[in-house]
């Protein structure tokens, strides 16, 4: 299960984030996968679930945004979202075509909780 891997590095590049920003933990992770990344959400989810128990991570919501497979055509330019997993210009019918998005893991955000001790009575409970 390949996905405990990539949990793990993009955990190592979370907390270096982080870190940068002078937190020590993240209140939400927000993943955008690629439906063509060879990744299944779901077990991206159940490893991080299996990863983090005492860890910095433990409160963290890890939110996965699923995103659609989009190509590009080297014929005449357009970029579109094929209906399948069909590598054929939908405007031309030219298979030169390339992944544009859809094909990877990335890391869409990160909101760092604030330390446990800085000042409570700013913080609005506002959003919901
Ligand atoms: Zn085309």
Redesign the pocket.
Known sequence: MHEFALVRSMLVQVAAIVADQGGQEAEEIRLRCGAFAGVDPTLLAAAFEMLRPGTAWERTRLRIEVDPLELR??????S?RPDQFRFV??????P??RELSGDQVIIESIVVAAPANADASTHEEGES
């Open positions: 055509c080297d014929a005449c330019g357009e579109f210009c939908i405007h031309c019918g030219s030169r075509v």
